[in-house]
């Protein structure tokens, strides 16, 4: 690490759980964030000042007057642009050191799997159970992390799911494919915007943890935001035994 990154990491290198080793590992990191709205914008902003080394933005929509609202990585003058390109100039602005990859795609189960080559970390920003269900399975085959989060209204949840830890549960066993809850978005119910503020900047952390090791992540909890009342709680999960993604078939 030279001189100029001494000093621009250095409240992260101060921290005795970081330090430069830790530091070192962010520089080294590879993570890939699908979706570049409410939440991906500050996991966006926040990953590549804390100095994730490469990111791989994942977003197949151009930006428009109603996201600007909440999603904070866009602004005025990128409206038309696509949302991976504003991003990207907004993370070159930030910290030019960063390495950035776009794909101004949707992603399904063949691009994914080209694109979590070399990946360490994955980060759900998209807003539909589909997309978080192919995630999973992707992510569960070449064992990396996920961080899971949602958020509508003055509501949100986020958890971690962790295939190289043998008692983590996968997204499937807490929301089985064939009942996916009825899709509600922030187009049809709307969304509060420092909410999707918040929990996209717990992705942020969570990801610094999971990369750096520090503390403990929220493997087999789901985290849920009530705003209205400004109440957190934690809900504990559990590995489902007949779960169709993460069951061991020798279980039967
Ligand atoms: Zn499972």
Redesign the pocket.
């Known amino acids: 690490m030279g001189d100029e990154e001494l000093l621009r990491y250095s409240r992260h290198i101060l921290l005795p759980e970081l330090g430069i080793e830790g530091q070192e590992k962010l520089l080294a990191s590879r993570v890939l964030i699908l979706g570049l709205g409410g939440l991906g914008s500050p996991v966006a902003l926040y990953l590549a000042s804390s100095g994730v080394g490469e990111l791989t933005l994942v977003d197949h929509d151009t930006v428009d007057l109603t996201n600007l609202q909440r999603q904070i990585a866009h602004d005025s003058a990128q409206l038309g642009h696509t949302k991976v390109s504003s991003a990207q100039s907004h993370i070159h602005r930030l910290n030019p050191a960063v390495r950035v990859h776009t794909h101004a795609e949707r992603a399904n189960a063949q691009t994914l799997n080209v694109w979590l080559n070399d990946i360490d970390l994955v980060i759900d920003c998209s807003d539909n159970f589909a997309t978080r269900h192919l995630v999973n399975r992707a992510c569960f085959e070449r064992k990396i992390p996920w961080i899971f989060a949602g958020a509508i209204t003055m509501d949100a949840q986020i958890s971690v799911f962790d295939p190289r830890d043998p008692k983590s ?2 997204f ?2 807490l929301f089985p494919a064939e009942l996916a809850p009825e899709e509600v978005n922030c187009a049809s119910l709307g969304v509060l915007a420092p909410l999707v503020g918040v929990i996209g900047s717990l992705q942020a952390l969570e990801a610094i943890k999971v990369l750096t090791h520090i503390g403990e992540p929220l493997v087999g909890r789901l985290l849920m935001l009530e705003a209205r009342q400004m109440r957190f709680s934690e809900m504990r999960l559990k ?2 035994p007949s ?1 169709p ?3 061991q078939p020798s279980m039967g």
């Open positions: 549960p996968c499937a066993c590995r489902l779960c993604v993460c069951a």
